[in-house]
């Protein structure tokens, strides 16, 4: 049996929700599962769909880790056969006092802490204490090891996707509505802050918008950044070629990525903050759209430069720009969408969790 223990969980949304029940659902194809999460509201509904035990934690976020940690502590007293405790997130086994085998996901930003600090010395004498740690990407398993993880403990496993469902014609012409006369199309799925570098983007759009006076940039999302970023598009004077949208339905926001012709996110490094993988790339491809990329990150990990999509320097606007009008000006993207596309199949849970059987 192997405890999965969670800080990010649906039925709340978001990148690390999708790759912690992406690996709940894949780990339990292949033995017993039982997993720990946060209290969420409305999450009834949703538990009682999934075909594993999930125990709900409720309770003052400060407090919450430390009632989490004593329900697995008692459980794993009564419960001799569990073999493995999954984490996503080093704190998620700050408190667990167990010899049981630990493996503990890092994915770049939560162990990006100066070296010698107070939390950099927190975060090694966990993560230096597990049977074994996955690193996202290339890039987290490098950093990691800069902040003094032991090389020896880290394995790479990239993030999985499911299957992509087929999108209702309903859906389909919604997005056609909404993009209608639009093009080229570009989009862009994340939330608003500064690493995702919206605003570098909009730059670039309100030059080729001489080159291409059709052009739609679609930003679905939402975050802190979100009335910068429209102030922003007021004084560029490019209103109508950026399409801001939130709170639309998963089928919608597939819909609008498949009617694209690229996925645009040059993220950069802004103080800890950085991309460790960028699964929103993977989903991307699995509808033929290639991406941009920045080369600040693990993006290199989900996109092949040249290949699937072009890896870029998100510091620089000529790059983003260059690398925008190097795609379109040929349409580059068709080309790259196909093998993106096929590129995206390696990343399917059923292969991702074979690296998993391997450590389990």
Sequence with gaps: MNLIVTRTFPPSIGGMQNLMWGLAKAVAKIDLVKVYADYE???????????????????????????????????????????????????????????????CLIHSKEINHKTGSNLNKRVLKILNNVKLVIANSEFTKNLAIEKGVNSKLIKVINPGVDDVKEISKRNLKKADDLLINKTPRLITVSRFDKRKNHAKVMMAIRNLKTIYPKIIYTCIGYGEEEEKLKKLCRELIIDDQVLFLKGISEELKNALISKSDIFVMPSIIHEKSVEGFGISFIEAAQHGVPSIGGKDGGAKDA??????????????????????????????YNEYGRRAKEHSKKFHWSKIIENYKRIL
Excluded: P
Aim: hydrophobic content about 35%; overall charge positive; glycine content about 4%.
């Design 41 to 103: 509201l409305n999450h009834e509904v949703f538990d009682k769909e999934v075909s594993f035990s999930i125990e709900r934690v409720k309770g003052i976020k400060l407090f919450q880790k430390y009632r989490k940690a004593y329900l697995i502590n008692e459980y794993l007293k009564e419960n001799i056969n569990v073999k493995n405790i999954i984490a996503d997130h080093w704190k998620s086994l700050e408190h667990i006092k167990t010899n049981k085998n630990k493996i």
């Design 303 to 332: 996109i092949e430069h040249e290949k699937t999509g072009l890896i870029c320097d998100g510091n620089s606007l000529d790059d983003i720009y260059n690398s925008i009008n190097k795609m379109l000006e040929s349409k580059l």
